[in-house]
Antibody, heavy 117, light 105 residues
Framework: EEQLLESGGGLVQPGGSLRLSCAAS????????MSWVRQAPGKGLEWVST????????YYADSVKGRFTISRDNSKNTLYLQMNSLRADDTAVYYC??????????WGQGTLVTVSS | IQMTQSPSSVSASVGDRVTITCRAS??????LAWYQQKPGKAPKLLIY???TLQSGAPSRFSGSGSGTDFTLTISSLQPEDFATYYC?????????FGQGTKVEI
């Protein structure tokens, strides 16, 4: 059974940093692109970032470009999101998702990031 | 590419046929997905490539359309279908979602 398990969320002050992790199992991790999608409280879904299976190509939403960095370790079947210069409007549940040709075919349970002083 | 769903909410009863539309601000061929999200849960992929049912999704869900106009239809609403539905374009980066349609009793 395919599983995605996010971790690393929590409360952080504005301007702070946080690194999210997503542990994958049940599929050949290195052959799939992976993505992060977030959802602010009571709001809709917002795509954040995508990384190719090899890790050589990355894509970002304008709202996070220059502040967030997506990466992966295929030897550990783990996806990461390094978040710097966090702002209040980054407060959201962050989901990692298995990405097949731009479709998010499987999602983790999400991890909550709260940016507040 | 901006994705616009309508309606933003719909009230329906068990057994009803429900239709949700999604319009893209420019042509996306059939690069469109539909997701279902229940409160406190992660979204689930229902339909991809505009009309292909994801493995495990009930056959009462169907999708159609191409270019800029798309439709998700639930042929006979079941109690477990009360949720919020999102469309998403996979044609280009940045990936974008519609604002969601809440299907309520």
């Amino acid at each position: 059974e395919e599983q995605l398990l996010e971790s690393g969320g929590g409360l952080v002050q504005p301007g702070g940093s946080l690194r999210l992790s997503c542990a994958a199992s049940g599929f050949t991790f290195s052959t799939y692109a992976m993505s992060w999608v977030r959802q602010a409280p009571g709001k809709g879904l917002e795509w954040v970032s995508t990384i190719s299976g090899s890790g050589t190509s990355t894509y970002y939403a304008d709202s996070v470009k220059g502040r967030f960095t997506i990466s992966r370790d295929n030897s550990k079947n783990t996806l990461y999101l390094q978040m710097n210069s966090l702002r209040a409007d980054d407060t959201a549940v962050y989901y990692c998702a298995k990405d097949r040709s731009g479709y998010f075919v499987n999602w983790g349970q999400g991890t909550l990031v709260t940016v507040s002083s | 590419i901006q994705m616009t769903q309508s309606p933003s909410s719909v009230s329906a009863s068990v057994g009803d046929r429900v239709t949700i539309t999604c319009r893209a601000s420019q042509g996306i061929s059939t690069w469109l997905a539909w997701y279902q999200q229940k409160p406190g849960k992660a979204p689930k992929l229902l339909i991809y490539a505009a009309s292909t049912l994801q493995s495990g999704a009930p056959s009462r869900f169907s999708g159609s359309g191409s270019g800029t106009d798309f439709t998700l239809t639930i042929s006979s609403l079941q109690p477990e279908d009360f949720a919020t539905y999102y469309c998403q374009q996979a044609n280009s980066f940045p990936r974008t979602f519609g604002q969601g349609t809440k299907v309520e009793i």
